[in-house]
């Protein structure tokens, strides 16, 4: 049994979470779902005893209130740092690594233990790579490896901090199965964090973190039960409400249809109930006129090559104007380095690129189009020792806008997406989903025909993601932007007219959103759709 | 033109918002430069010295009178010759001079009187000094009729003070790593941040890049480098100027701009802040060390005065000495100008077109 009472963490003074408290039964696995930045590290951190807190935890009959004193519970500790393969070494293999974690735990080798470890081996399906280095797994199987050191000295309180973030949708569903058989087997207490919503039906109990504080706890069907009143159809209304995509929020009573929410709707009610309205934003029509069905970009058999590894093989892409295109797969499965070989940040090993009708044979066919495309990069990399709008200055310079031209641009961006209160501050101290728009108004200053985007919603809250995908919509009907996209999050093709999907640096399907619908009506969600093609 | 004035701009404003790498090259140009004069010291100073006197004392008091500060302590009296050494071991004292019971005796008998001397040779420039000066002094004491009298005249710098030679040459040093590791990080940090894809995207021609960041922290170098000159060159330390003060920046000029182009090679070939400070720290010590400024080049062994040839620091260290200290004209400064322009041109030509390439 682990009890945590008025559990409060705080980074440099900033509170990160405050008055915890919850209790979790053996055989128990408890998800923590929210936002980067929401508490969910922070509350791991201090229940594994590695970071000071306040408050007290109680894990059966020890209790503890500061790093020191949970030394006395450590053997009983599995833990798991965020990141993929953090705990791992690259150059050790599977075997070298069981070992390592054997000795460093000082666990006795007998038959016992042998036979556990086969048996966690055959769960994570890892018996037959014993041989193979950490460096060379793809990152669902370094999480499997990862778990299985963590599970080997026999944990009773495995504690996982978003063990399933960035992972292919297979490899996540068989952490998953470990996760459970090994509840149930062995009678472990298990608290995982996860950004995914579609993993909180696996779990006994949730947690919804925002803004370091439980929002909303329970199993996922009472979760969604509790809202159900407050979602409807899209309407228009005077009461106070968010509308995003086809669904309005409203606490009030409205005349239409209800709508069957789901965990997301629960920022969106949070935030109606905490009266943060959303910002409007809307984006003005340009003026030109928008030719459709024009190929922008067009990539033939594109191929990259890191030693031996083929980071992308044969990938034939092609992204039409007005069309917003997502590029879809785990981490490591070639997204970031597809992109990069689009923009000329990274030299072909193979194939060929058209951009605008142009063969792109050199670094002067890509200089003349520059200014024709806009990027975001993965963490929206903008200049940290400038404030916002000096930032937008320096960009608007360097694209030759005038600087009275500029300062009305910056003026009217602002307000348009919503950041105007952030211009004189540092992208610092900024919330991901400011600093994520900011970038976007950078990116589309010198007004450009096609649009990158390196992963712009991983760590953003469910609600500046929703926000974003809208304003990408805006960007595509009133600019005739054609947008190219990646993103780890599978749920999220629903937003794009048309998907790749990335497997290992192949391409695995492409196809127009619609059409994934046609070839598996079966399916309730884009995450049970790609999973056929990772099988 | 307003290109590269904003990209100017944004790393003058960058730099001068980190607030720690401020701090750091301030340090540097003020109060390392004042430490190297004042803490490295070559000549004796301050020597603590021992004496064991067994003669009559008279003949002996004469001589250690003329042991005086700023070169000698007071001297300290021991009773035997074993209290002596253990002083010695003990680092009480560096020297210890033992006067025997038949010193003054001999002295006036003209029978070669002779004093003990024990000395420290750990410390072993210092104590080659005192001995030197120990030496002179007894000359005073000698009736020799010496055939040849020397009479000095120490030109550039009366007092022969090293202090003020150090200083120089640290303040030369400084400026070598600082411009090498400036350039550099103001490259490598957007590396690290991943602002560099961006800046490759910018519809800019990237020669206009390298050139107003590598100005920029010129910029930054010299600022500091007036600062240093003013404040502790001239106002703490009292180096005199005896030639062109602005042959002087003009000549520094020249030579920042020469280690900028080592920076920019060392930002093309590291990945991160870390990287860039190995390296620099492998590739200027023995510009550094090669240059002259700690030891002459003609003392060093001929190859490495071959090599010395080549560095940049040489002719900038000779420079720079010419014009402080013997005042010479610019038209004998023309070979230093000279040797940092060939080999600055050669020099950021290869950094140029090395960062060029990642592009």
């Not at chain 1, 960009?395 to 348009?416: C, G």
């Not at chain 2, 560096?94 to 009187?113: A, C, R, S, T, W």
């Not at chain 2, 010129?218 to 500091?224: D, E, F």
Request: with cysteine; aromatic share 10%.
């Amino acid at each position: 049994m682990l009890e945590v009472k008025d559990l409060a963490v705080s980074h440099k003074k900033k509170l990160a979470i405050k008055n915890l408290s919850f209790k979790v039964a053996d055989g128990e696995i408890l998800g923590f779902i929210g936002a980067d930045g929401a508490g969910k590290s922070s509350a791991l951190n201090a229940i594994a005893g590695v970071i000071k807190f306040d408050g007290e935890i109680l894990y059966n009959e020890f209790s503890y209130k500061s790093p020191k004193e949970a030394q006395k519970v450590k053997h009983d500790i599995g833990y798991m740092p965020q990141g993929i393969g953090l705990v791992l070494y690259k150059t050790l293999t599977i075997k070298e690594h069981l070992d390592f974690f054997t000795d460093i735990r000082d666990i006795k080798i007998d038959r016992e233990f042998l036979e556990y470890k086969n048996h966690l081996l055959s769960m994570a399906g890892l018996e037959k790579f014993l041989e193979r280095r950490a460096g060379d797994l793809s990152g669902g199987m370094m999480q499997k490896l990862s778990l299985v050191c963590t599970m080997l000295h026999r944990p009773k309180l495995l504690i996982l901090d978003e063990p399933t973030t960035g992972v292919d949708p297979l490899s996540r569903i068989e952490l998953w199965e470990i996760l459970q058989q090994s509840a149930k087997e062995f009678n472990t207490i298990s608290i995982i964090s996860t950004a995914y919503m579609g993993e909180a039906s696996k779990m006994d109990n949730i947690l919804l973190f925002d803004e370091g504080e439980i929002i909303a706890r329970g199993n996922s069907e009472q979760l969604i039960e509790e809202i159900k009143p407050f979602v409807y159809d899209k309407i228009e209304t005077d009461k106070k409400h968010i509308t995003i995509s086809d669904t309005t929020y409203c606490l009030e009573n409205l005349e239409n249809q209800h709508q069957k929410p789901t965990l997301e709707s629960l920022f969106f009610v949070n935030a109606l109930k905490k009266d943060r309205l959303l910002p409007k934003l809307q984006i003005a029509k340009s003026k030109e006129s928008i030719d459709k069905n024009v190929v922008v970009m067009k990539a033939t058999k594109i191929t990259k090559k890191f030693g031996d590894f083929y980071a992308n093989r044969d990938v034939d892409c092609e992204l039409k104007s007005g069309e917003i295109l997502g590029l879809l797969g785990a981490n490591g499965a070639g997204k970031t380095t597809f992109i990069k070989m689009l923009l000329g940040l990274l030299p072909l090993d193979g194939g060929e690129l058209e951009l605008f009708d142009k063969k792109i044979k050199n670094s002067d066919d890509r200089n003349k189009l520059k200014s024709q495309i806009g990027y975001v990069s993965q963490h929206f990399a903008l200049y940290d020792d400038m404030t916002v709008r000096e930032n937008m200055m320096f960009f608007a310079s360097i694209h030759k806008i005038e600087t009275l031209k500029a300062i009305k641009l910056i003026d009217n961006y602002s307000k348009e997406l919503g950041f105007e209160k952030y211009l004189d501050e540092m992208p610092k101290s900024l919330p991901l989903g400011i600093n994520q728009r900011f970038s976007l108004a950078v990116s589309i200053l010198h007004e450009p025909k096609v649009l990158f985007l390196d992963e712009p919603t991983s760590g953003v809250d469910a609600i500046a993601r929703a926000q974003f995908w809208e304003l990408l919509k805006e960007l595509k009907n009133k600019r005739g932007i054609s947008i190219l996209i990646t993103t780890h999050y599978m749920s999220e093709a629903e937003f794009c007219d048309r998907v790749v999907l990335l497997k290992d640096g192949e391409k695995i399907a492409d196809d127009r959103v619609e059409n994934f619908y046609k070839k598996f009506p079966d399916a309730k969600s884009f995450e049970e759709i790609f999973l056929e093609y990772f099988r | 033109m307003k290109i590269f004035l904003t990209i100017l701009l944004k790393e003058l404003v960058s730099f001068f918002r980190s607030f720690g790498l401020v701090i750091l090259v301030i340090y540097f140009f003020t109060a390392e430069v004042y430490v190297a004069a004042n803490g490295m010291e070559i000549e004796a100073k301050n020597v603590a010295v021992g004496v064991v006197d067994k003669s009559a004392g008279g003949m002996s008091k004469k001589i250690l009178s003329n042991l005086h500060s700023p070169e000698f302590q007071t001297p300290k009296f021991y009773k035997s010759q074993k209290e002596l050494s253990d002083a010695i071991y003990n680092k009480d004292i560096m020297v210890g001079m033992i006067f025997d019971e038949q010193f003054e005796k001999n002295y006036y008998k003209n029978l070669n009187p002779t004093i003990n001397i024990l000395i420290d040779s750990t410390t072993a420039s210092q104590s080659l000094m005192a001995i030197g000066y120990i030496q002179n002094i007894l000359m005073k004491f000698n009736n020799l009729k010496l055939p040849v009298a020397l009479k000095m005249h120490k030109l550039f710098n009366q007092n022969a003070d090293t202090g003020l030679f150090m200083g120089v040459s640290e303040l030369l040093s400084v400026i070598t790593l600082l411009t090498t590791i400036l350039t550099a990080i103001a490259f490598v940090k957007e590396k690290e941040s991943g602002t560099w894809d961006i800046m490759l995207l910018m519809p800019v021609n990237p020669k206009i890049i390298i050139l107003a960041k590598s100005l920029s922290q010129i910029i930054i170098i010299m600022l500091g480098v007036t600062i240093s000159v003013g404040l502790i060159l001239f106002q703490s330390l009292d180096v005199p100027i005896n030639g062109n003060l602005l042959n002087f920046f003009i000549l520094t000029f020249f030579y920042v701009a020469t280690t900028a182009g080592i920076g920019l090679f060392i930002a093309a070939v590291s990945k991160n802040i870390m990287q860039i400070s190995q390296l620099s720290i492998v590739i200027m010590m023995p510009i550094i060390f090669l240059s002259g400024a700690w030891t002459p080049i003609y003392a060093m062994h001929p190859l490495l005065q071959y090599i010395s040839a080549i560095t940049p620091l040489s002719y900038y260290i000779e420079g720079c000495e010419s014009i402080f200290f013997r005042g010479t004209e610019f038209i004998d400064l023309l070979p230093y100008f000279g040797g940092v322009l060939i080999l600055g041109v050669i020099l950021y030509w290869y950094g140029f077109r090395k960062i060029g390439k990642l592009f």
